[in-house]
């Protein structure tokens, strides 16, 4: 069975920083291209940071040099740093994980106030 689990949201004042993480079981880990995703009331799902297999990275335009994505091959955990965070980064945070198939966490709250 295949699950992600992430963790480390919260309510954070603007500017202050989080650092997610997401702990994957039931595939091989190293295999798997990971993102992190974000949705807030009302809006679509978007892509926020990704990390390829090999280490690549991308990143939404509206997070780049604020975040920072990397992961843990050993440990099966992906970590988003988010640092100088804004209100508008306000938004639930989706782990997931994909090579042939796609998998999902359940999603952490981050909330950040003005």
């Known amino acids: 069975q295949v699950q992600l689990v992430e963790s480390g949201g919260g309510l954070v004042q603007a500017g202050g920083s989080l650092r997610l993480s997401c702990a994957v079981s039931?595939?091989?880990?190293?295999?798997?291209?990971l993102g992190w995703y974000r949705q807030a009331p009302g809006m679509r799902r978007e892509l926020v940071a990704e990390?390829?297999?090999?280490?690549?990275?991308n990143y939404a335009d509206s997070v780049k040099g604020r975040f920072t994505i990397s992961r843990d091959n050993a440990r099966k955990t992906a970590y988003l740093q988010m640092n100088s965070l804004k209100p508008e980064d306000t938004a639930v945070y989706y782990c997931?994980?994909?090579?042939?198939?796609?998998?999902w966490g359940q999603g952490t709250q981050v909330t950040v106030s003005s």
């Open positions: 997931n994980a994909k090579l042939r198939f796609e998998y």
């Open positions: 039931g595939v091989t880990f190293s295999n798997y291209g």
């Open positions: 990390i390829g297999s090999r280490g690549s990275t």
